[in-house]
């Protein structure tokens, strides 16, 4: 009825999959879920009926998407926010407003910045965004802004010749077994935020120690 293309959803937890349901039904092209929480078999069939409609989900657990100056959904502050060349991908919420906050406050733009969420299971991954980015004309360079749990950075950085890629990875001192902040952060026994850092280097990709070290990286593989 109002022409829109995007929606967000930030109902409770037991009810986002029937908000995200009644969005599709209604062509909304983009979902983007705010809400945390969210049991993780209602975020499988959200993700298989986004699929189905082709619609683009982001999220659940998602703390926004912005396209700086102008665009924005969720609640990335918008202090932290100005337009430019580079794209910020994270899985992280805070993380997310700190490493925007310092590029901005370096001079360093974004051409977008995305939440793809914190949780085990979300709709638009690290990588799918990557190669979204690929096709932005705009965008000169990619941070990856990651946490201990899953192999999600390292499959975005397989992208690393097309983009030059900057990443961030907490939890460097972790425990395994404990939940990091939220459900997608978990340590298993095997693995170590450092034992990630160690392959996205072999990959090839500048992995800052801190998130106030990430300007400098950036400046450096756009050659600035």
Same mark, same amino acid.
């Given at each position: 009825m109002t022409g829109a293309v995007a929606a967000e959803v930030m109902v409770?937890?037991?009810? =986002? #999959?029937?908000?995200? !349901?009644?969005?599709? /039904? /209604? %062509?909304?092209e983009l979902v983007h879920v705010l809400s945390e929480g969210v049991p993780q078999h209602d975020t499988l069939k959200m993700v298989r009926l986004a699929k189905s409609y082709g619609a683009v989900l982001v999220g659940p657990n998602s703390p926004g998407i912005a396209f700086p100056p102008g665009v924005? &959904? $969720? +609640? +990335?502050?918008? &202090?932290?926010?100005?337009? $430019? @060349?580079?794209?910020v991908v994270s899985r992280s919420g805070t993380l997310t407003y700190e490493i925007l906050h310092h590029l901005t406050a370096s001079g360093i733009g974004q051409c977008s910045a995305v939440g793809v969420g914190g949780d085990p299971i979300v709709g638009l991954t690290m990588e799918e965004t990557v190669e979204l980015l690929l096709e932005d004309s705009q965008c000169? *360079?990619? =941070? !990856?802004? %990651?946490?201990? %749990? %899953? @192999?999600?950075? +390292?499959?975005?950085?397989?992208? @690393?010749? /097309? #983009?030059? &890629?900057?990443?961030?990875?907490?939890?460097?001192? *972790?425990?395994?077994? @404990?939940?990091?902040?939220?459900? $997608?952060?978990i340590l298993k026994e095997g693995e170590s935020a450092l034992e990630k850092i160690e392959v996205l280097k072999e990959m090839g990709v500048r992995v800052a120690e801190t998130p106030w070290e990430v300007p400098s990286l950036v400046g450096e593989v756009m050659g600035e």
């Open positions: 409770p937890a037991p009810h =986002v #999959l029937d908000a995200v !349901l009644e969005d599709l /039904e /209604e %062509g909304i924005k &959904m $969720g +609640i +990335i502050p918008n &202090m932290v926010l100005s337009p $430019g @060349r580079v794209g000169a *360079a990619v =941070v !990856l802004v %990651g946490e201990v %749990g %899953g @192999r999600d950075e +390292i499959r975005a950085a397989r992208l @690393r010749d /097309e #983009l030059p &890629m900057v990443a961030y990875i907490a939890g460097r001192v *972790a425990k395994p077994g @404990r939940s990091m902040g939220h459900a $997608g952060a």
